[in-house]
């Protein structure tokens, strides 16, 4: 069902007066998520009727605007992506760690987006598979799955990486399998501070290779010397990796990423009003307990719409990885040879995987089938139903 407030309604409503407001400083990327989000599943984007083949009812289905950002767009495409990840899943348990930057450096990652967000792929999945590699731990190679998510559940800016980890990995020869304590994976602390050298060694090297930009309040970053005093309170403190316990078994693996991969930064089930006041949606506050840590925030429009678009990656930047034994480069050969190590056989279906060749929703007057019977492009509207039937007018599945 859909929902009653949607993204797409407050970008309608109050996005041209926020284009006109922010003229000349809002990035092309930005401009095209707004107007992708705006046309979603409308005539703008064209679409087909369809029409039922037992009692004849009709419908338009217009289509999706597919942008990785839009809230309408995601619950496919996180389907398609567990279809595929299914077949990675090992028999064996699964741990769940994060990796968080410090506000000091989160406020240099929004200015510098690319680069900062790839380092902290890159120091983060190091850190893992070094520790792990190392015979005073885990001695094994191990896989990761990694999600960037760079929102906190008000849409503040609070870039993290997600991990979905297995809990073992191979022996440096190969021949083994190597599991993990039942409830333990790496120790969370050598992890932090590996995770923080790594890291800050390597943004400095950005910054003198000139690969790092700042501007209105950061634009005194620029000089080296202030740039390493502003990081000096950083390299005290504790960098946050968090360790949650295992996950029951596979299933709930699956279950688990289709919430976190395809995530965007606040979802059209968490709004609960939009009026002259603003917009009003529900966050957890983790600083609280129990049912007061569910709260509920209202912003104006405009604020709404900022700190929505803060969260818009750059073009082409991936914000899922794998790493280890589940790089794409030799997953399939990696993944059966543990599964030969550990005696289980390869998931059914593993290797046939198809899209169904139908996943349009039946007739809602009489369960029948629906076919297509017209498409229409871009900014044009279908023509009208034939003479005595009924109507519908809806989105795509």
């Not at 000096?232 to 968090?242: F, L």
């Not at 599964?339 to 349009?360: C, Y």
Request: aromatic residues 8%; glycine residues 8%.
């Amino acid at each position: 069902m859909r929902p009653s407030i949607e993204v797409a309604d407050i970008f309608r409503a109050a996005g041209p007066g926020y284009r006109i407001v922010h003229a000349g400083h809002l990035s092309l990327d930005k401009l095209k998520v707004m107007s992708a989000i705006e046309h979603c599943r409308t005539a703008v984007m064209g679409g087909h009727t369809e029409a039922c083949t037992d009692c004849g009812h009709w419908r338009v289905a217009y289509n999706s605007c597919r942008n990785r950002h839009c809230p309408r767009c995601q619950g496919a495409a996180a389907r398609t992506w567990l279809a595929e990840r299914e077949a990675d899943l090992l028999p064996v348990g699964y741990f769940h760690v994060v990796f968080t930057l410090p506000a000091e450096v989160a406020d240099i990652a929004l200015q510098n987006k690319a680069a900062v967000y790839g380092l902290l792929f890159q120091a983060a999945s190091e850190t893992m598979t070094t520790i792990a590699a190392d015979p005073k731990h885990l001695g094994a190679r191990i896989g990761i799955t990694a999600v960037l998510h760079t929102w906190g559940s008000a849409m503040t800016h609070h870039p993290h990486i997600h991990m979905i980890v297995p809990g073992g990995g191979l022996s440096p020869d190969g021949s083994r399998w190597i599991s993990s304590r039942p409830a333990f994976l790496l120790p969370v602390r050598v992890l932090g501070k590996l995770f923080r050298r790594l890291f800050l060694t390597r943004l400095v090297a950005l910054h003198d290779a000139g690969r790092l930009a700042f501007y209105g309040s950061l634009a005194h970053l620029a000089d080296r010397r202030v740039f390493l005093r502003h990081l000096s309170p950083v390299r005290k403190k504790r960098w946050v990796v968090y360790a949650k316990p295992p996950f029951a078994g596979p299933q709930t693996v699956l279950a688990y990423l289709s919430r976190y991969t395809h995530r965007v930064a606040i979802s059209n089930s968490r709004l609960i009003r939009f009026d002259q006041t603003g917009v009003t949606f529900r966050y957890k506050d983790y600083r609280r307990d129990g049912p007061d840590r569910q709260q509920s925030m209202t912003l104006t429009a405009d604020q709404f719409i900022r700190r929505f678009l803060l969260h818009v990656l750059p073009k082409g930047f991936h914000r899922i990885r794998h790493y280890g034994l589940l790089a794409s480069s030799n997953r399939k050969g990696q993944l059966d040879h543990v599964r030969q190590l550990l005696g289980v056989a390869p998931p059914a279906g593993a290797d046939t995987l198809v899209e169904p060749d139908d996943i349009r929703p039946p007739c809602p007057c009489c369960g029948g089938l629906m076919i297509v019977i017209e498409t229409f492009e871009r900014w044009r509207q279908p023509r009208a139903p034939p003479h005595g039937t009924t109507s519908t007018e809806t989105i795509a599945p």
